[in-house]
């Protein structure tokens, strides 16, 4: 039995104080006994004031991204070691605006996941076809070679701690949530492919979230799809009262 998994990924948004009162408000808000696990991604300047707001609950922290490098002359970035230095338990890592908006490939994310690995912080690697792809049919296509490319040498134990999220770009960000059914064949479809590429215990164990317009009024219907393990939740997430909602329905 997979143990559900929200995450919030508050993407570049808050002020210090509204991420502090957010991540308190979830802190004293969630059951101790919730049958989720549960994260919030802040903006990487506030991560450390949100781990302390958080701490001693069951709420974990991650990054929203990170650099592959371990230091360096990479002005603007952050590394992993530096994530987990200050308290991240996870790093999401080919986000959908990573990939679109900043033209990260495949491969780029594969670097990371390695270095996120080997420090012990927990991917969180997302996957999704563009609108233009599913109405070409290449749904299946996009995804596999995301999955490939951004698993690449990633090996059955490591899975361990890797978690999946598909989110459709169409559906981030829009209000136009994926159906269901819609987004179960893909969910079924990454099982699938983890199976083939490593085995049913990986596929049987690793948690897939699905992302992309959830909000509480629509988690429970997808949650209760068999193959949906939890939701990467966006713009819901910058609510406590819409973000506990979305759990409670977990
Ligand atoms: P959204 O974003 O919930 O605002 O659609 C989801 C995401 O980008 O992770």
């Not at 490939?105 to 270095?115: A, E, G, I, L, R």
């Amino acid at each position: 039995m997979r143990r559900p998994f929200i995450a919030g990924n508050w993407k570049m948004n808050t002020t210090k104080a509204d991420a502090v009162a957010l991540a308190s408000a979830l802190a004293s808000g969630i059951n101790a006994d919730a049958n989720a696990d549960v994260a919030v991604c802040p903006p990487g300047v506030y991560l450390d004031a949100v781990v302390a707001a958080v701490s001693g609950s069951a709420v974990a922290v991650g990054a929203q991204n990170m650099h592959h490098e371990a230091s360096g002359a990479y002005t603007g970035e952050l590394s992993g070691g530096m994530l987990q230095d200050i308290g991240c338990t996870y790093v999401i890592l080919g986000h959908s605006e990573r990939r679109h908006v900043f033209g990260e490939s495949s491969s780029d994310v594969n670097k990371k996941v390695h270095t996120a690995l080997a420090l012990g912080l927990k991917p969180i690697v997302c996957v999704g076809e563009l609108l233009e792809e599913r109405e070409a049919g290449k749904t299946a296509d996009v995804n596999s070679e995301q999955l490939y490319g951004s698993l690449a040498g990633v090996t059955a134990e490591q899975m361990a701690n890797v978690t999946l999220a598909y989110e459709p770009v169409w559906a981030i960000g829009t209000g136009k949530v994926a159906t269901p059914e819609q987004a179960e064949a893909v969910h079924a479809d990454i099982r699938k492919f983890l199976a083939y590429r490593y085995n049913d215990e990986v596929a049987n164990s690793v948690r897939i979230q699905y992302g992309g317009s959830v909000k509480p009024g629509n988690a429970n219907e997808l949650l209760s799809q068999p193959n949906i393990d939890g939701a990467l939740v966006g713009g819901a997430a910058l609510s406590a009262e819409s973000f506990l909602g979305i759990i409670a329905a977990a």
